[in-house]
C-alpha cells in the first residue's frame, strides 16, 4: 500500500474555486482504479493549505492515475490556482497503535 500526500497552497480568492472544482471530480479519483481511500485536509490556521491523502495500491497504479486523462483534466484545473508550489511524497505505514 502507499501513501500519498500532497500539500497545496492556493491564492485566497481562489479556495472556493479549488474547492468546487475537487467536489465535483473527487468520486472519479477515489473510484479510479488503484486508489482505495481519499481524503481532503484542510491547514487549521492558514485556510488557503490543503493536503490530499490518498492510499493507493502500489506505485503503478498511482502512476497510471497521473498518466490518465482524469489526472491530467483536475491538474489543469488546479495548477493556475496555486500560490506556492505544491509538494508531494509517497510513504509506507511502518506502525499503527489502536
Known amino acids: 500500500m502507499l501513501i500519498r500526500v500532497v500539500r497545496m497552497t492556493f491564492r485566497e480568492n481562489a479556495v472556493e474555486e479549488f474547492l468546487s472544482n475537487f ?21 487549521e490556521n ?8 490518498s492510499h493507493w495500491e502500489n506505485e503503478e497504479a498511482l502512476d497510471q492515475y497521473r498518466d490518465s ?21 509517497s510513504s509506507k505505514k511502518i506502525l499503527e497503535l489502536p
Open 23 to 43: 467536489h465535483a471530480i473527487k468520486e472519479k479519483i477515489r473510484g479510479f482504479r488503484g486508489c482505495h481511500h481519499l481524503e481532503l485536509w484542510q491547514d
Open 46 to 53: 492558514q485556510k488557503n493549505i490543503f493536503m490530499t491523502f
Open 69 to 89: 486523462e482524469l489526472f491530467k483534466s483536475v491538474w489543469g484545473a488546479t495548477k493556475p490556482l496555486f500560490s506556492e508550489k505544491p509538494i508531494a511524497f
